[in-house]
């Protein structure tokens, strides 16, 4: 799927060069390109996992497993930046962040199997499972941050849900800060924290419904 991304940035951004790639949700996709792949557990691809292999000096991604290149399987040396004949965590994360300019998210702040008008994520139990999804995800988002690319957040609430759309508008404020324990910070829990929050290029929108009949959503502010 990396490759698929990168390869289609490309393309799109020689044809038009302010053409945008946004991927929706799969924030952690440049982390699973690895964890896939990766069976010796070092943080790199190398000859020695099974799916990759070696042709004429060339790394590809093994898929028929049978250490031979086949014309269905595709070349992955232009991730090596400095050839050594491995790629490591990092560069994967740059060939990903580098072809996208932005992310698509959906439901980070209102967790639950409900299609609109999920519960707000202060508001869940501390030892709720969806806390620890909004963790995850957080920490995820931080690595978009680091690199100025925005996220554009939407959330399904009703009109009438005035609760939670003040719950949502809070998120941006300057002041805001999580009063459920599981979201508090401690030395022993790092953990995505209000003070991390501030830290991401998020675009709040809203949107009534999932619906795609209904109007798209809208930023938050409008």
Same mark, same amino acid.
């Given at each position: 799927?990396?490759?698929?991304?990168?390869?289609?940035?490309?393309?799109?951004?020689?044809?038009?060069?302010?053409?945008?790639?946004?991927?929706?949700?799969?924030?952690?996709?440049?982390?699973?390109?690895?964890?896939?792949?990766?069976?010796?557990?070092?943080?790199?691809?190398?000859?020695?996992?099974?799916?990759?292999?070696?042709?004429?000096?060339?790394?590809?991604?093994?898929?028929?497993?049978?250490?031979?290149?086949?014309?269905?399987? $595709?070349? =992955?040396? /232009? &991730?090596?930046? @400095?050839?050594? #004949?491995?790629?490591?965590?990092?560069?994967?994360? +740059?060939? *990903?962040?580098?072809?996208?300019?932005?992310?698509?998210?959906?439901?980070?702040?209102?967790?639950?199997?409900?299609?609109?008008?999920? $519960?707000? =994520?202060? /508001? &869940?139990?501390? @030892?709720?499972? #969806?806390?620890?999804?909004?963790?995850?995800?957080? +920490?995820? *988002?931080?690595?978009?941050?680091?690199?100025?690319?925005?996220?554009?957040?939407?959330?399904?609430?009703?009109?009438?849900?005035?609760?939670?759309?003040?719950?949502?508008?809070?998120?941006?404020?300057?002041?805001?800060?999580?009063?459920?324990?599981?979201?508090?910070?401690?030395?022993?829990?790092?953990?995505?924290?209000?003070?991390?929050?501030?830290?991401?290029?998020?675009?709040?929108?809203?949107?009534?419904?999932?619906?795609?009949?209904?109007?798209?959503?809208?930023?938050?502010?409008?």
């Amino acid at each position: 799927m990396l490759l698929f991304i990168r390869e289609l940035s490309a393309w799109a951004k020689s044809k038009k060069p302010r053409f945008l790639i946004v991927p929706q949700n799969g924030e952690n996709l440049f982390n699973d390109a690895l964890e896939n792949l990766d069976t010796n557990g070092n943080e790199q691809l190398e000859p020695s996992d099974r799916l990759i292999g070696l042709s004429r000096g060339t790394l590809f991604l093994d898929l028929n497993n049978n250490e031979k290149r086949d014309r269905d399987e $595709p070349a =992955i040396a /232009s &991730l090596d930046q @400095n050839r050594d #004949r491995s790629i490591s965590r990092f560069e994967i994360a +740059e060939a *990903y962040f580098k072809s996208i300019d932005g992310l698509g998210s959906e439901d980070f702040f209102f967790k639950g199997n409900a299609e609109e008008n999920n $519960p707000w =994520i202060d /508001s &869940l139990a501390a @030892n709720d499972r #969806r806390l620890e999804d909004f963790k995850f995800t957080g +920490e995820n *988002y931080l690595n978009y941050a680091k690199r100025g690319l925005p996220i554009f957040n939407v959330e399904y609430l009703s009109e009438n849900n005035q609760i939670g759309i003040e719950q949502y508008r809070q998120v941006v404020s300057a002041q805001f800060q999580f009063t459920n324990p599981a979201l508090t910070a401690s030395p022993s829990n790092p953990i995505f924290t209000s003070n991390d929050l501030r830290q991401l290029p998020l675009v709040p929108l809203r949107a009534p419904s999932r619906g795609l009949d209904q109007p798209p959503a809208l930023n938050l502010f409008n």
